[in-house]
């Protein structure tokens, strides 16, 4: 026999046993799989773009664009609630067979809850967040820390407090009326009101006398302890008489939502 046939540099073909099959290297089957794959990539990734740009793609929106486009949303269903229930309330005045004077103390309800606007004399305080370059204006006060300069929750609440105390008979907060269940709340610098979220300056309009109304901003220690801010860092602070104004009615729901325990049972 042959070396020949044995030697597996060879080309020869010669001899009793049979050709060897070459052997594919490991390597060489990787390697093609690597390519392979990123083939498959690239097609992916241009199949799904199509041309545009997937980095920008509309569907990949930010948490703050999110929560602006839910407050709009919010803010043209409580529009369209209140053109529902004006319609409700314009079919039930027809013909509901009710005395005059059950009417008036169904529209003096109605007042109370806030759901009816209210005309009369207004003052509106703004609030608004320092200068981004502020510092401190008196001596004896600390460089201001990112804190000092922006309104918080209890800057707001203290306004609407006070406007209660001084004997207010409807508050206003940016475009929307509270009512006994409104609740003023800020996440960060933004504030949350009825699903809806706003910036500032913040604007709080009180109807009734503008006089006890700003004596009783004035003797509030929560507002005393603010306009130290406003005076040393720049905080924003604006009271304006408005003269007559018509607060609008609350239009949003009167449902209220509250948590409810788990069921042994159920789990639910």
């Known amino acids: 026999m042959s070396n020949s046939a044995d030697s597996p540099g060879t080309g020869s073909t010669q001899g009793s046993g049979p050709a060897r099959p070459r052997r594919v290297r490991p390597v060489r089957l990787l390697t093609m799989a690597v ?11 241009f199949h799904t773009a199509k041309g545009t740009n997937i980095r920008t793609d509309t569907s990949l929106l930010k948490l703050s664009d999110l929560i602006q486009e839910r407050s709009r949303k919010n803010k043209e269903l409580d529009e369209s609630n209140a053109a529902l229930r004006g319609d409700v309330e314009s079919l039930a005045e027809s013909d509901d067979g009710s005395t005059k004077a059950q009417d008036d103390k169904l529209a003096g309800l109605e007042n109370n809850a806030g759901t009816r606007p209210l005309k009369g004399r207004a003052i509106t305080v703004t609030l ?3 200068p981004p370059n502020a510092h401190a204006k008196l001596p004896g006060y600390p460089e201001p ?3 000092y300069l922006v309104i918080h929750q209890q800057d707001l609440q203290a306004v609407v407090n006070a406007l209660w105390h001084g004997g207010a008979r409807g508050i206003k907060v940016m475009d929307q009326r509270l009512i006994s269940t409104s609740a ?7 504030l949350i ?4 979220v706003y910036s500032p300056p913040y604007k709080i309009t009180a109807v009734g006398d503008p006089e006890k109304l700003q004596k009783a901003l004035a003797d ?8 130290v801010y406003v005076n040393v860092y720049g905080l924003g602070w604006k009271v304006t008489d408005d003269g007559t104004v018509t607060l609008p009615g609350y239009t949003g729901t009167v449902d209220l939502h509250y948590a409810e325990p788990l069921t042994p049972s159920t789990g639910h």
């Open 145 to 147: 820390q990112p804190d």
């Open 128 to 130: 608004n967040d320092a």
């Open 193 to 196: 009101l009825q699903g809806r």
């Open 35 to 45: 390519f392979a794959l990123a083939g498959l990539i690239f097609f992916t990734s």
């Open 184 to 190: 003023v709340r800020c996440v960060g610098n933004t």
């Open 220 to 227: 509030s220690p929560a507002i005393q302890n603010y306009m």
